[in-house]
């Protein structure tokens, strides 16, 4: 491990754009993945009919994403730079995927949107761009990737730039801020050196950008809130949760609660990187073994927290929500599934309590009929099943949601209040 401060970073941008080769060519260039596995990856791709993809291999290690050339669940990897150790999640681009992707974004500090040069800004742009911003991703560095297939041409660049900028301003990130960078991932132009293709870019490269990101917020003193990304048994150990911590610490010792499942036990020991730590806090991706707690006990979306501080189980709460797209409106009664950390939950729009000027944030109306795409209200959410959440204010890293329906993101939020159960 390193001592340098973390970072998670998280890679967003609509299919093919080129994230996985982007994460591919990084971990090459910070010597991370050594020159022969890229060329056993390279071998593998041509027998596959997928040449090209020997840089994405590095992350697309499921059959299925190998043979069809597209990310499916999110993957984690670590490399440093001069000043971070980063842990980077690739998330998908595909719609299909979506899901998996809010969970990616929800780890993440920062994050990087790689957009096309020769495609510009695509649905998932769109989307991505809207969810990094609602799940609290603090800056954006836009790579414009693939500027091999348009010649390197400046105007091309500028065309992407003024397009992504337009993207950022109408969903208030700061767009004169925001760092970009045209690169070629697949060719390495302006990753780790400076491109002797674009002699007319005198800004950061991607690793210089990657280094002047603003360190990450101090952890907040909330209680531990480690939302389970998946359940293990392995043998010599037993049932074994991983997840990232959003707050707090885990050491081995600590009793432990999971919500809404409702066991708990004494942490008996815990891993990170496959080694034994006498504590994790927050950023770290930890596995653990809780005592008495088996396989089938406990599931995706569970939150683990401290037995006398347990995560809160919501009856109903209150949430502002912004409707990113919606064919008709959205009216009470309506039960679309909600997407917070690592839960998936069918939940009822109860009431539709006041419309907002998005602007402004102040009341326009209350007690509205319905809301549209655009509009911003404060909604009263009933979950069909148990659903472990808190008030954004409290603890904000399990305080955002995204809600979907129709296989897209219509709407993205954050709780207000929670009525526990
Ligand atoms: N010419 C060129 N091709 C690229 C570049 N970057 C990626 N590609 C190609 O674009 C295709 C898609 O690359 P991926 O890295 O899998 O794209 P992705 O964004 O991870 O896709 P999903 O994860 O499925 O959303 C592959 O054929 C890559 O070889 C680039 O800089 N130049
Ligand atoms: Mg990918």
């Known amino acids: 491990m390193s001592d340098k401060p973390h970072q998670n970073l998280a890679i967003i941008g609509h299919v093919d754009h080129g994230k996985s080769t982007l994460v591919g060519r990084l971990l090459f ?3 991370s993945v050594p020159e022969h596995v890229i060329e056993q990856h390279r071998e593998e791709a041509e027998e596959k009919g997928k040449g090209g993809f020997e840089f994405a291999y590095v992350m697309d290690n499921l059959a299925e994403e190998r043979e069809r050339g597209v990310t499916i669940d999110i993957a984690h990897q670590e490399f440093d730079t001069d000043e971070y150790y980063f842990t980077i999640v690739d998330c998908p681009g595909h719609r299909d995927f979506v899901k998996n992707m809010i969970t990616g974004a929800s780890q993440a500090d920062n994050a990087v949107l790689v957009v096309a040069a020769d495609d510009g800004v695509a649905p998932q742009t769109r989307e991505h761009v809207f969810l990094a911003r609602t799940l609290g991703i603090g ?3 836009i790579a414009v990737n693939k500027m091999d297939v348009v010649d390197y041409s400046e105007d091309s660049y500028k ?3 003024e397009q992504v900028g337009n993207l950022l301003k109408q969903v208030r990130f700061d767009a004169d801020n925001a760092t970009f960078v045209p690169i070629s ?3 390495g132009d302006n990753i780790a050196e400076r491109s002797d293709n674009t002699s007319w870019y005198d800004g950061d490269i991607l690793l210089e950008a990657l280094n002047n990101l603003p360190a990450p917020q101090p952890p907040t003193d909330a209680p531990l809130r480690l939302p389970i990304q998946d359940v ?6 037993g049932t074994v949760p991983v997840g990232r911590i959003e707050t707090g610490t885990m050491s081995a010792g600590d009793n432990v609660s999971f919500q809404p499942s409702d066991v708990g036990g004494e942490v008996k020991t815990v891993e990170m990187h496959h ?10 991706n930890v596995g653990f073994n809780v005592r008495g707690v088996g396989k089938d006990d406990i599931r995706r979306g569970d939150v683990c ?4 501080d347990p995560p809160k189980v919501a009856e109903t709460f209150k949430a502002q929500v912004v409707v990113m797209q919606h064919p008709s409106v959205i009216t009470a009664g309506y039960t679309p599934v909600f997407h917070a950390h690592t839960a998936q939950v069918a939940c009822t729009i109860e009431s539709i309590d006041q419309k907002l000027d998005p602007a402004s944030g102040e009341v326009a109306e209350e007690n509205p009929d319905f809301i549209k795409s655009g509009d911003a209200a404060i909604v009263t959410v009933r979950p069909q099943k148990p659903l472990s959440i808190e008030p954004s204010s409290e603890i904000p890293e399990l305080g955002s949601f995204a809600v979907r329906d129709m296989g897209q993101t219509i709407a993205a939020g954050k709780v207000l209040e929670v009525n526990e159960r």
């Open 159 to 161: 065309e992407v730039k």
């Open 232 to 237: 293990y048994t392995i043998s010599g150990i």
């Open 185 to 187: 991932a697949f060719e």
């Open 305 to 308: 927290g401290p037995a006398d």
């Open 275 to 284: 080694e034994e730590v006498p504590q994790a806090g927050p950023g770290d």
């Open 29 to 31: 260039e910070t010597g």
């Open 139 to 141: 800056e954006l560095i």
